[in-house]
């Protein structure tokens, strides 16, 4: 049982982290546009010759609305899911390596 309340915890505070790093890449908004969505990729060490910024653009094109240009972290979440499936990577290495960048790099 105790195991079970870890997990959830676990989760929820996964879920706040990405909303923290969601917000650091996104410059302080509640939107990240396709280029920001490419930093963090970039960043979090995922683009190699399998996985490039053309996959990048497709996910997010994906999880996007059809009439917007931004993305929320609703929409950021299933985009990092998208990656880990095209990838070939668990969601939550995927999930780990944005959550390690702590922010952009400049």
């Known amino acids: 049982k105790s195991t079970i309340k870890y997990n959830l915890f676990k989760r929820k505070m996964q879920a706040q982290d990405l ?9 302080g908004c509640k939107e990240m546009d396709g280029r920001q969505f ?13 996985f490039t910024t053309i996959d990048v653009d497709i996910i997010f094109a994906k999880v996007k609305d059809k009439t917007q240009r931004k993305i929320n972290v609703t929409q950021f979440e299933k985009a990092l899911d998208l990656v880990a499936i095209k990838r070939h990577d668990p969601k939550e290495k995927v999930k780990s390596a944005v959550q390690n960048t702590g922010g952009p790099k400049f």
Do not use: R, W, Y
């Open 38 to 50: 490419t930093k963090v990729m970039k960043d979090a060490g995922m683009l190699d010759k399998t």
């Open 19 to 27: 909303a923290q790093i969601f917000t650091k890449f996104a410059g």
